[in-house]
């Protein structure tokens, strides 16, 4: 048995991941979720006198805005449509007919509106950009959403479900690069107040095919992409938890989010993989939480 499905299992066992059958689908604990709920009061806490406007969006987004984002040409193999049936009663009666005799019953199901949400920011831009010009101070929002991607896998830290805790930056070169390097010291130093070692590094993000190598050489040439990592499942691939991302004027130009002056507005945005912090919590302090170090109770708990 490999380490992945050890700590899987063991997470199974402790009830803090609740087994659906499906590789990377959980249910959470109470106590699980006790965690998230904690850490989240904590970045409220280190991000809270900046002033973001909150926004919650549900994990399902607009299939329009989806479509416009470009996202089926960067990362078709991680998307989720949400289809349904639309048909008559007579396609009612073969659709069942289908199950009975365990053919293939969602052929018939036709798309709706709404797909999954892949990254809990991509809802936001269309909505900031129907408001019309950003303020000269630019804008902050803070996010926090499920996200799905299609990456089934053994690993707990690698889910099809999970959330995603963004805050997301909108103004010149300076302004939004100057945020994410905000964040990525306040990481580090948030990840030592609960205990955890991390490292930063460059990244880039698994664009599809052939043509997609050219877009990870850019990403890495550019700098756009970093990771905070901490070691869950391997010491030698450390989980990426938290990323910090720099669109440049990417987002602005396709989406028409202009500051104040007319210009094209830069963006950033920082994640905080909730279900990987925990999970990382758990594996550095053991599953029992009030075996934890007390200092790691207190930044959480008070
Ligand atoms: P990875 O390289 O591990 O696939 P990513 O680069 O795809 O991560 P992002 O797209 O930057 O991740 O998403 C923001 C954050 O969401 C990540 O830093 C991570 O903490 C979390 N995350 C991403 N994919 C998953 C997943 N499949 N399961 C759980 N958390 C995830
Ligand atoms: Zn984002
Ligand atoms: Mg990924």
């Excluded at 965690?35 to 969006?57: Q, T, Y």
């Excluded at 053994?154 to 099809?160: C, E, F, N, S, V």
């Excluded at 210009?263 to 279900?275: D, I």
Aim: charged share 25%.
């Amino acid at each position: 048995m490999d380490m992945q499905t050890s700590f899987l299992d063991r997470l199974f066992e402790a009830g803090l991941l609740i087994d659906t059958g499906i590789d990377g689908l959980y249910g959470r604990s109470g106590q699980f979720e006790e965690v998230i709920a904690a850490f989240e009061r904590l970045i409220d806490k280190v991000g809270g006198a900046d002033g973001a406007e909150a926004m919650r969006f549900p994990p399902g987004m607009n299939r329009a805005f989806f479509e416009k984002s470009g996202y089926m040409k960067s990362f078709p193999q991680l998307a989720g449509t949400v289809h349904s049936f639309c048909g008559s009663e007579l396609d009612h009666v073969s659709l069942l007919q289908c199950m009975e005799v365990g053919e293939d019953w969602t052929k018939g199901q036709e798309a709706t509106d709404i797909v999954l949400t892949p990254a809990a920011c991509y809802p936001l831009y269309p909505t900031i950009a129907k408001r019309g010009n950003l303020p000269k101070t630019g804008g902050l929002f803070d996010l926090q959403s499920y996200c799905f991607r299609h990456e089934p896998s053994k690993d707990p830290a690698r889910q099809q479900l999970f959330r995603m805790r963004e805050y997301i930056c909108m103004g010149t070169e300076q302004h939004v690069t100057d945020f994410r390097q905000r964040w990525m010291d306040r990481g580090v130093e948030m990840m030592k107040t609960v205990g955890l070692d991390v490292t930063i590094d460059i990244a880039n993000d698994p664009f599809f095919g052939r043509a997609g190598k050219m877009l990870v050489n850019n990403q890495r040439d550019q700098n756009l992409k970093f990771e905070l990592l901490i070691p869950i499942t391997s010491t030698a691939n450390p989980t990426a938890c938290m990323s910090f991302n720099y669109h440049q004027d990417a987002f602005g130009t396709k989406w028409g989010l202009n500051l104040e002056d007319g210009s094209v507005a830069h963006t950033a945005c920082v994640g905080f993989g909730l279900e990987r912090i925990a999970l990382a919590l758990f594996h550095h302090h053991g599953l029992d939480v009030k075996e934890w170090p007390a200092s790691v109770r207190k930044t959480l708990w008070g």
